[in-house]
């Protein structure tokens, strides 16, 4: 299970940080990942980290965001820096192994 946190609504260039806590004693192996759903758009893949901790990024969110992974705790995070109104969706955490997991999502919103 993978539960989402962090969300809500900030000013453009303001910062929030996403935390998705996963259940279970295998989060290690999982390739984790960030995914986004705007309005009217496709899910899509923004940042993703492997096993060991080496991360992936979009080309529209790389220099802004941040993606880290805790193996201790089980946890997934994504720092966003410089929010723009176009990072407005909904936010959802991913687990890729065997199979996929995916979490509830939580909402940004990115408005003056």
């Known amino acids: 299970q993978l539960v989402e946190s962090g969300g809500g609504l900030v000013q453009p260039g303001g910062s929030l940080r996403l935390s998705c806590a996963a259940s279970?004693?295998?989060?290690?192996?999982?390739?984790m990942g960030w995914y986004r759903q705007a309005p009217g758009k496709q899910r899509e893949l923004i940042a993703q980290?492997?096993?060991?901790?080496?991360?992936n990024y979009a080309y529209s969110v790389k220099g802004r965001f941040t993606i880290s992974r805790d193996n201790t705790k089980s946890m997934l995070y994504l720092q966003m820096n410089n929010l723009t109104p176009q990072d407005t969706a909904v936010y959802y955490c991913?687990?890729?192994?065997?199979?996929?997991?995916w979490g509830q999502g939580t909402q940004v919103t990115v408005s003056s």
């Open positions: 279970g004693s295998t989060f290690r192996v999982y390739v």
């Open positions: 980290i492997s096993t060991s901790g080496a991360p």
């Open positions: 991913n687990a890729q192994g065997s199979s996929s997991f």
